[in-house]
């Protein structure tokens, strides 16, 4: 049995552990609220706003998450915490279908993804895009607009308006006509919270939204995410700074190849969780992931 | 933080057509500038600009026919050919540049610039291929333009799927995967092109045109081919023109929203092949790459707005298309293919130069104005600091200005009598270095724009200099500070720092610094140098 298996704490919930407790929820104690806008189904899976059952994800073959379970609570903001390549980012495209999955199923409100888009919004890692695109930051939050303007149709002046709303909540309207590429890293953030705020989503999937950003740009964020959790929405947002973990976020979910524990921060960000989760990897999961990417050609 | 309107230079091209009521949408004409649209669907705006080319091209004769004499100009001939057939090629390559204008856009923007170049040389077999199917199955029908199209849209699109097979299932990476691609199928047509000649009854004269392209072997019925074909792209990509620029963008986002990104991305494919495809026969495969990505590029330099950049290349790739092949025309022998990249890339050398994104001009003018700026700044402070230097000194100015016991500091004492002190050129050489056409050259500059007089001493500020130059001090001796108090640089080296510096500090950064200095706006104090200054 691995060490961080052997000297978990109460509170330290391993997968393995949750699949023998035979529970599948990680939901607070105090009772649930329920859901803003119950989806009638005949799933037995909780409503959960995003509920993944044992999924494993890999890159040509080898995995870089394994066996995840988790059901996030509703209305809480959740921080994903795990040291680099510890598959955080992973764990956002492999529940958005943006990188397969290996094996399990994943769950938004009780339905798959393909049925609530428009309740699901994705800010991806500031990085993954050309910022010297030819657009104005007024139209990068109107991309958040498309499905709902739908195809061929130009984005007409109610959308326009829509998305300048979105611009305002992030304090960036007075940037609404400016290139993209003369933002400041910050500002370009802001600008993808923006776009993702334009679609009026009730779960919010973000990708280091602080990372690299200045301090008037974080407090931004900080209050936009504050904003959403009072009014009901849940976001799970993927964030290294560990000391503003418990300031910010109420729940966190320690990601180290496999999930390590997930709870209320006060419960599961503990000095002994926060140790089984930068301990480093995980020798063996490490070394089988490497064989099943050559082949077994040893 | 000032908010500036966006004043985005509208290009002298895109001027032109506003009286055609081409250009509303993004028009800056009496609408608020945060919030602009439309009432006309963005691919219908276009619809006045096609109608407009179509008569320029075609209704010169109709227009001239009754009135002009016999014997015409031969200028005007050259311009407004006479021969129905010469005007249906021009209308032709006119919509042929325009659709390769438009869709090299998104492969610019999608960096895939080389997918063209790949689609051009892979139709090359089924050209080939399509040619030796017709001629087997009835002798002499092998040349049919339709037919060869089909082949060369399908090989080349083969072409491209093998790319993105090699890249996405293989180690090897996408350049070499590009010339792997690009030299076989080219290798294949050209073995097969020889099979065709050495057929008895081969008669592949023509066919050579698709290697380096010829506008005058177009028939009216091939260019009616081209044009539906052309039109049809241009219409497909106003049509998606949002969706397309989402996949060039964000591509990961675009599919999070569960756009069928796989398929926009085949579509987008198939129209780069058609573009191609169609343009094979003016241009050649060698140079078709050009006509796809030049006028894009060149747009790049004229505009910020994915809208406009489209609207920019497709102009710039028609109306060089046309002039190309006018060219190729007036000189005996010249092909049309060389000649249209050769008007394109003059466009482009035009929009590399003068373009006001990017433009070479442009940045040269802005490099310079900031050059401009920072040796002003750099005169003012100098002469500021000398005065604060000399402040103590000039026994008159301590005994205007109270009592020992509240004297004020000889950075207030300079602030308050800077613009009645002289200092020479001397003085001002050994403050600091100047730029190496030397401090005079400065000075003359900064007495033309009224910031120094010249007197018997020497160089005095005037009443605006002297504000300026107390702005000036006070923004660096803000910075030093911060420098010092959060930076932990020591006070000894902040000086340089500062000075590369204060030349771009923003109101909202200089904000920023008395917030965090608690210095209040107003307090237009110049708090004292944190270092030994030059002429104490």
């Known amino acids: 049995m691995p060490q961080w298996v052997a000297d978990r704490g109460t509170t330290l919930w391993s997968h393995h552990a949750m699949k023998s407790f035979g529970t599948r929820s990680f939901m607070p104690s105090p009772p649930v609220p329920p859901a803003p806008q119950p989806v009638a189904t005949g799933a037995e899976h909780p409503q959960a706003p995003l509920s993944i059952h044992d999924m494993t994800v890999a890159y040509h073959r080898r995995p870089v998450l394994w066996d995840v379970d988790y059901d996030a609570p509703f209305g809480k903001l959740v921080a994903v915490v795990g040291p680099n390549g510890a598959g955080k980012s992973t764990l956002i495209k492999a529940v958005l279908e943006l990188v397969p999955r290996a094996s399990g199923q994943v769950h938004f409100f009780g339905q798959p993804y393909r049925k609530v888009r428009e309740r699901v919004a994705y800010v991806p890692q500031r990085s993954s895009v050309d910022w010297d695109f030819p657009v104005s930051a007024l139209q990068v939050v109107a991309m958040g607009l498309y499905r709902r303007i739908g195809w061929f149709l130009p984005v007409t002046k109610k959308w326009k308006v829509k998305a300048l709303e979105a611009l305002e909540r992030v304090g960036m309207a007075d940037y609404a006509q400016r290139q993209i590429s003369q933002l400041s890293g910050g500002q370009q953030q802001r600008v993808f919270l923006a776009r993702a705020l334009a679609q009026d989503a009730d779960l919010y999937l973000m990708d280091e939204p602080f990372a690299g950003v200045d301090a008037s740009t974080e407090r931004a964020i900080v209050s936009v995410l504050w904003d959403l959790r009072k009014s009901g929405k849940t976001a799970l947002v993927v964030h290294h700074d560990l000391q503003t973990v418990p300031e910010y976020f109420d729940h966190v979910l320690l990601l180290n190849m496999r999930l390590v524990a997930a709870g209320p921060t006060s419960d599961v960000f503990t000095p002994d969780n926060l140790r089984a989760t930068y301990g480093g990897q995980l020798a063996l999961l490490a070394q089988v992931g490497h064989k099943m990417k050559l082949g077994g050609e040893t | ?536």
């Open chain 2, 1 to 536: 933080m000032e908010t500036k309107p966006d004043t985005e230079p509208q290009p002298s091209l895109a001027c032109g057509l506003f009286s055609f009521g081409v250009l509303s949408p993004d028009g800056a004409f009496g609408q608020s500038p945060s919030l602009r649209s439309s009432p006309i669907p963005r691919p219908l705006q276009r619809i006045p600009f096609l109608l407009l080319a179509a008569w320029l091209t075609l209704a010169p004769e109709v227009a001239l026919a009754e009135s002009a004499p016999a014997g015409r100009s031969s200028l005007l001939d050259w311009i407004l050919p006479q021969q129905f057939n010469t005007r249906v090629v021009l209308l032709g390559t006119l919509l042929l540049g325009m659709s390769a204008g438009v869709v090299g856009v998104f492969m610019l923007l999608r960096r895939r610039s080389l997918v063209g170049d790949v689609v051009g040389h892979s139709a090359l077999p089924g050209i080939a291929l399509a040619f030796l199917v017709l001629e087997i199955r009835s002798p002499g029908t092998g040349r049919s333009f339709p037919a060869l199209l089909t082949g060369a849209f399908l090989s080349g699109m083969i072409g491209v799927g093998c790319v993105t097979f090699i890249r996405r299932w293989t180690r090897i990476k996408e350049d070499a995967a590009l010339a792997i691609v690009l030299s076989l199928f080219f290798g294949i047509g050209i073995a097969l092109f020889t099979v065709i000649q050495n057929l008895p009854r081969g008669n592949a004269a023509g066919l050579g045109q698709f290697i380096f392209g010829t506008a005058a072997a177009l028939v009216p019925a091939d260019v009616l081919l081209i044009a539906i074909a052309a039109a049809l792209s241009l219409a497909l990509c106003g049509l998606m023109f949002k969706e397309f620029a989402l996949l060039c963008f964000d591509e990961d986002f675009a599919r999070s929203q569960g756009w069928p990104t796989v398929a926009l991305d085949l579509l987008l494919m198939a129209l780069v092949a058609a573009v191609t495809v169609i343009g094979l026969q003016s241009v050649g495969l060698l140079l078709v790459v050009a006509r796809l990505i030049v006028p894009a590029v060149s747009a790049r330099f004229w505009t910020n707005r994915v809208s406009r950049l489209i609207l920019i290349a497709g102009i710039i790739g028609g109306v060089s298309s046309v002039f190309g092949v006018i060219l190729s025309g007036a000189i005996p022998r010249l092909a049309a293919g060389p000649c249209i990249v050769l008007t394109g890339s003059a466009v482009f050398l035009a929009s590399l130069l003068f373009g006001p994104q990017g433009g070479v001009v442009e940045r040269w003018w802005r490099d310079r104005q900031l050059r401009l700026r920072t040796a002003r700044h750099d005169l003012l402070r100098a002469i500021y600091e000398i005065v604060e230097a000399r402040a103590e000194s000039l026994g008159r100015i301590v005994e205007d200005s109270g009592s020992i016991s509240n004297r004020p500091t000889p950075a207030a004492l300079a602030a308050l009598h800077l613009a009645e002190v002289s200092v020479s050129e001397a003085d001002l050489n050994a403050a600091r270095t100047w730029p190496a056409s030397g401090v005079r050259k400065v000075l003359d500059r900064a007495q033309r724009e009224r910031i120094v007089v010249r007197d018997a001493a020497g160089w005095r500020l005037t009443t605006e200099g002297a504000a300026e130059a107390t702005r000036v001090v006070r923004n660096h001796r803000l910075w030093e500070q911060y420098l010092v108090a959060h930076a932990d640089i020591a006070p000894s080296h902040v000086d340089r720092d500062a000075d590369l510096i204060e030349h771009v500090l923003e109101p909202d950064v200089i904000a920023e610094l008395e917030r965090l200095l608690a210095q209040r706006p107003d307090d237009h104090d110049v708090p004292p140098s944190l270092h030994a200054l030059p002429g104490s």
